[in-house]
Structure formats: C-alpha cells, structure tokens
Nanobody, 126 residues
Framework: QVQLVESGGGLVQIGESLKLSCAVQASGFTFQDRGVAWFRQAPGKDREFVAGVNPSGRSTVYATGVKGRFTISRDNPKNTVYLHLNGLKSEDTAVYFC?????????????????WGQGTQVTVSS
C-alpha cells in the first residue's frame, strides 16, 4: 500500500510564495529508496513535470519554466517531500501532484511514476 497526501495549496497573489508538502506512507519498500517528483495540471492542459529529487535528496531536476523560482527538497526521516514556490506567476495556477517514482526512468516522464497523490490546488491571482 502506498499513499501520498499533498497539502499547502491555496490562493495567492502574483509574486507571492507557497510551500507544498507531500507526506508518503509506503509498505513493501522504503521511502528513501525512491525518487519523487512534483507535476502539475492546469485546466484544459496535459499534466506536466515540475521538479524531481533523487532518493538521497542530493540531486534535483527542474522544468525550465520554474528553475530558479521553485525548490524541491525531501526529509527522509519524515517521509515527506516539499516544493517551495517563489515568485508565483498566473501561469503557475494548476493542481499540483506529487508522485513516487518506480525503480528506473526519467523524472520528467509521468509514466515512470506508479504512485500519485490526489493533488492540491494552487491559484495565483492578479
């Protein structure tokens, strides 16, 4: 059984910040053995990659549009992954999902992630 629960979304103004959290409960394998990523989906658009972090937390990867504004991190003893969103823009409005990666595969490809949370809404208003 694997459960991912996102929190921290909300309504903010352009330029403001948010911190998203993803708490992971997993049986059958250990959280710190798996990479994790955040994806987002805006209305009428495909789900897109936002950021990924490797099992140790020492290596990260970002989508071009969020690099320098968003930061992904993880706390393995707490089985939690975070996404800090700074300098928010209206185009960042979306439902944000965290996902647990399988054993291999790129972070950018959602098909490499068998486990997903329900998502948390981020709305950036002008």
């Amino acid at each position: 059984q694997v459960q991912l629960v996102e929190s921290g979304g909300g309504l903010v103004q352009i330029g403001e910040s948010l911190k998203l959290s993803c708490a992971v409960q997993a049986s059958g394998f250990t959280f710190q053995d798996r990479g994790v990523a955040w994806f987002r989906q805006a209305p009428g658009k495909d789900r897109e990659f936002v950021a990924g972090v490797n099992p140790s937390g020492r290596s990260t990867v970002y989508a071009t549009g969020v690099k320098g504004r968003f930061t992904i991190s993880r706390d393995n003893p707490k089985n939690t992954v975070y996404l800090h969103l700074n300098g928010l823009k209206s185009e960042d409005t979306a439902v944000y999902f965290c996902a647990l990666r399988g054993l291999t595969g790129s972070y950018e490809n959602p098909t490499n992630f068998p486990y997903w949370g329900q998502g948390t809404q981020v709305t950036v208003s002008s």
